[in-house]
């Protein structure tokens, strides 16, 4: 019986994992230059940690189980709310802003099709302590310049303001669930269902109208006013739109105008309390949502000081598609730059002694451990496309020398064993 891999989960395989890590490698260079330090957190927690802000309707939503010792524990389908259990027992001390960012595995339980997954990555930061519109826009700002070195291109960056939405709610007197319910249906970005439950519940049609507005006005710095001339500028609305603008001009310091005010942007999760942002690649059919974050406040709906917070999370999964779509090649070396070949069985451990001489050296070297012919281990190398292979001979060596055969021109040398690291290298970085 073959064994089947789990719905929505994948194997990555030898070529995949290098791109993967390269593009995960630019990810952590550019976040550490930004003064962010990496955490990890457990990869299942209490169920609660996810239940007490959303309710127990995320259940069906997530993987969760209980353990032999009868706990009810979840794997997590984000990293904010263990990053946000983590700093209030580990980090609550610490000078703030709190700068983090994290690699991992989430694990969500979603209808499996092109771009989303059961198993997918997250690579992300929070920035704890930080509400500030200066601390909004560097994150937005590294969150571009990770996409800029990764060389992607045609990525949109929609910038909005959970406030603005709220408040008209508020005013509407949509309260509680069900402004929660109206916030899940503008996330999805469904106008008909919207306009049909603002209908259900019997919106009034200003509200209604203003509303339905609201949510595809889209455009550049402008918006803004054009909004306060759209809204009764209640106080809390002002503050919002307030919010927005500043956040603008530190984005446009920080060296970034290429956003998008977007004020349809609702956010799936239910923690967010401010400024929110998305960014979307073209192109990559539904899932189009490469990243997503804001400023939200859950350190206190833990238990732990009431201090606001920001951060995003790349889907590193998309990326990876968008990367690919638009053809970016990455470049990766190839894993193994040498190859040792005894050409008799007999002179294997020769090959054993030099192979490990080229590996203390700094190059990447395989070497034949089972006695294949030499014309195996040929095709075997050239298979692998490695680019030197170093035959090992008894009449070369009776001189302490080996003989070095180019892969790609066919050309070979011979070589003194006390010169070959120091030749190899020299090929290889040439
Ligand atoms: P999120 O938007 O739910 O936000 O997820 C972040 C990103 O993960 C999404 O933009 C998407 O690219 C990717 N993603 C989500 N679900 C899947 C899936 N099933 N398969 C593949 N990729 C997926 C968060 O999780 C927040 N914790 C982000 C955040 C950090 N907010 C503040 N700090």
Known sequence: MEIQRPRGTRDFLFNEMKERKCVESTMRQIFETY????????????????????????????????????????????LTAPVARMYIKELQKTPKPVKMYYFGSC?????????R?????????????????????????????????????????????????????????????????????????????????????????????????????????????DVEALINCSEHACNALFELEELLKSL?????????????????????????????????????????GGTYNLIEVFGGENVESTGFAFGFDRVMDALKKQEKFIKTKPSVEVFVAPIKNDLKLKAFEIAQKLRKNGISTDVDLVGKKLKKVLSYADNLKINYVVLVGA?????????????????????????????????IES
């Not at 694990?107 to 771009?115: N, S, T």
């Open 117 to 225: 997954f059961r198993q997918f990555w997250q690579f992300g930061c929070e920035l704890i302590g930080g509400k500030s519109p200066g601390s909004e826009a560097e994150v937005i700002s590294m969150a571009a310049h990770c996409l800029e070195e990764l060389g992607l291109k045609d990525f949109e960056i929609h910038i909005g303001n959970l406030g603005i939405l709220r408040n008209i709610l508020n005013d509407a007197n949509i309260m509680g669930d069900m402004q929660d319910q109206v916030m899940g249906i503008i996330d999805k970005g469904d106008v008909d269902e919207l306009a049909k439950l603002l209908e259900d519940i019997d919106v009034d049609n200003n509200s209604k109208e203003l509303l339905l507005k609201l949510i595809g006005m889209k455009g550049n710095s402008s918006i803004i006013k």
């Open 395 to 427: 009449r070369d060596l009776e001189q302490g020398n080996v003989t070095v055969k180019d892969m790609i021109s066919g050309e070979q040398e011979t070589v003194s064993i006390v010169n070959i690291a120091k030749l190899l290298k020299q090929k």
């Open 252 to 292: 446009e310091a920080f060296g970034f105008s290429d956003y998008v005010v977007n004020l349809g942007i609702a956010r799936g999760l239910d923690y967010y309390s401010g400024t929110v942002f998305e960014i979307y690649v073209h192109g990559l059919g539904a899932q189009k949502q490469i990243s997503g």
């Open 35 to 78: 003064g962010y330090g990496e955490i990890k957190t457990p990869i299942f927690e209490e169920l609660s940690l996810f239940t007490t802000k959303s309710g127990e309707g995320i259940k069906d939503q997530i993987y969760h189980f209980q353990d032999k010792g009868g706990r009810d524990l979840a794997l997590r389908p984000e």
């Open 107 to 115: 694990f969500r339980y979603e209808r499996p099709q092109a771009g």
